[in-house]
C-alpha cells in the first residue's frame, strides 16, 4: 500500500459546483497534513494546513480524520481559476518523512 | 517573499554528459530537499541536506549525487546523464511548509 494515495482524477466539474478529494494515508504517526495546489507546468504551492479541528479559508475547506486517516478537501463554487492539480502532503517527522500523493486533478468547466 | 531559485528552466542535455542543477534558497534554512515529478510517480526525494556539507539520500538516489557547500546552495548532479533521467527537477527547502523553486525540466537525448 502506497503510504499516501489520492485519485488522480480527473474531476471535472462545472462553474459553481462543490468538489471534494480525499487523501489517505498509512502511517498513523504522521503529524502534519497540508494541501498544495500546482499548476500546469509550475511548482506545488502551499494552499491550506489541515488541522485536526478543520481549516476554513473562503471557499476551501480541510478536514482531517484521525481515525480513518485520511484528509479531505472540500471546493465549494468553483471557479474556472481552481483548476489544477491537488496535492496531498503528509508530515511524519524526521527530515526524510515528508510524503507527497500523486495528486489529483480538477477542471472546472465553464 | 521565500524565494527558491533554480538556475535553469529547461535544459537538454545528451546521455553521458555530466549535468548540474543549482538551486539556491534565501531563507537561511538547513533543510534542502530535490525531488524529480513524474507523471503517475508524483514527487520522489533524491536527496536531501540539513545543514552544510550534509547530505542523505532519499528515495532514489541512484544516478546522483549533491553538493551543498554554502548553507544557500544545494546542487544535484548527474553524473552521467541517461533517457530515464529525463524529468521536472524541483528544488525545496523548508520544514514543516515547504517552499519549491520553480523546476527545471530536464529532457536527456
Same mark, same amino acid.
Request: neutral net charge; contains cysteine; charged residues 25%.
Given at each position: 500500500?502506497?503510504?499516501?494515495?489520492?485519485?488522480?482524477?480527473?474531476?471535472?466539474?462545472?462553474?459553481?459546483?462543490?468538489?471534494?478529494?480525499?487523501?489517505?494515508?498509512s502511517n498513523?504517526?504522521?503529524?502534519?497534513?497540508?494541501?498544495?495546489?500546482q499548476?500546469?507546468?509550475?511548482?506545488?504551492?502551499?494552499?491550506?494546513?489541515?488541522?485536526?479541528?478543520?481549516?476554513?479559508?473562503?471557499?476551501?475547506?480541510?478536514?482531517?480524520?484521525?481515525?480513518?486517516?485520511?484528509?479531505?478537501?472540500?471546493?465549494?463554487?468553483?471557479?474556472?481559476?481552481?483548476?489544477?492539480t491537488?496535492?496531498?502532503?503528509?508530515?511524519?517527522?524526521?527530515?526524510?518523512?515528508?510524503?507527497?500523493?500523486?495528486?489529483?486533478?480538477?477542471?472546472?468547466?465553464? | 517573499?521565500?524565494?527558491?531559485?533554480? =538556475?535553469s528552466?529547461?535544459?537538454? #542535455?545528451?546521455? /553521458?554528459?555530466?549535468?548540474?542543477?543549482?538551486? *539556491?534558497?534565501?531563507?537561511?534554512? +538547513?533543510?534542502?530537499?530535490?525531488?524529480?515529478?513524474?507523471?503517475?510517480?508524483?514527487?520522489?526525494?533524491?536527496?536531501? =541536506?540539513?545543514?552544510?556539507?550534509? #547530505?542523505?539520500? /532519499?528515495?532514489?538516489?541512484e544516478?546522483?549525487? *549533491?553538493?551543498?557547500?554554502?548553507? +544557500?546552495?544545494?546542487?544535484?548532479?548527474?553524473?552521467?546523464?541517461?533517457?530515464?533521467?529525463?524529468?521536472?527537477?524541483?528544488?525545496?527547502?523548508?520544514?514543516?511548509?515547504?517552499?519549491?523553486g520553480?523546476?527545471?525540466?530536464?529532457? *536527456?537525448?
Amino acid at each position: 500500500r502506497k503510504e499516501v494515495e489520492q485519485d488522480p482524477g480527473p474531476f471535472n466539474v462545472p462553474e459553481g459546483a462543490t468538489v471534494a478529494f480525499n487523501c489517505t494515508y498509512s502511517n498513523s504517526a504522521s503529524q502534519s497534513f497540508f494541501w498544495y495546489r500546482q499548476d500546469c507546468r509550475k511548482e506545488p504551492k502551499l494552499l491550506m494546513s489541515v488541522y485536526s479541528s478543520g481549516n476554513e479559508d473562503g471557499r476551501f475547506t480541510a478536514q482531517l480524520n484521525r481515525a480513518s486517516q485520511y484528509i479531505s478537501l472540500l471546493i465549494r463554487d468553483s471557479k474556472l481559476s481552481d483548476s489544477a492539480t491537488y496535492l496531498c502532503v503528509v508530515y511524519s517527522g524526521g527530515y526524510q518523512k515528508v510524503t507527497f500523493g500523486t495528486g489529483t486533478k480538477l477542471q472546472v468547466i465553464p | 517573499d521565500v524565494k527558491v531559485t533554480q =538556475s535553469s528552466r529547461y535544459l537538454v #542535455k545528451r546521455t /553521458g554528459e555530466k549535468v548540474f542543477l543549482e538551486c *539556491v534558497q534565501d531563507m537561511d534554512h +538547513e533543510n534542502m530537499f530535490w525531488y524529480r515529478q513524474d507523471p503517475g510517480l508524483g514527487l520522489r526525494l533524491i536527496y536531501f =541536506s540539513y545543514d552544510v556539507k550534509m #547530505k542523505e539520500k /532519499g528515495d532514489i538516489p541512484e544516478g546522483y549525487s *549533491v553538493s551543498r557547500e554554502k548553507k +544557500e546552495r544545494f546542487s544535484l548532479i548527474l553524473e552521467s546523464a541517461s533517457t530515464n533521467q529525463t524529468s521536472m527537477y524541483l528544488c525545496e527547502q523548508g520544514y514543516n511548509e515547504q517552499f519549491f523553486g520553480p523546476g527545471t525540466r530536464l529532457t *536527456v537525448l
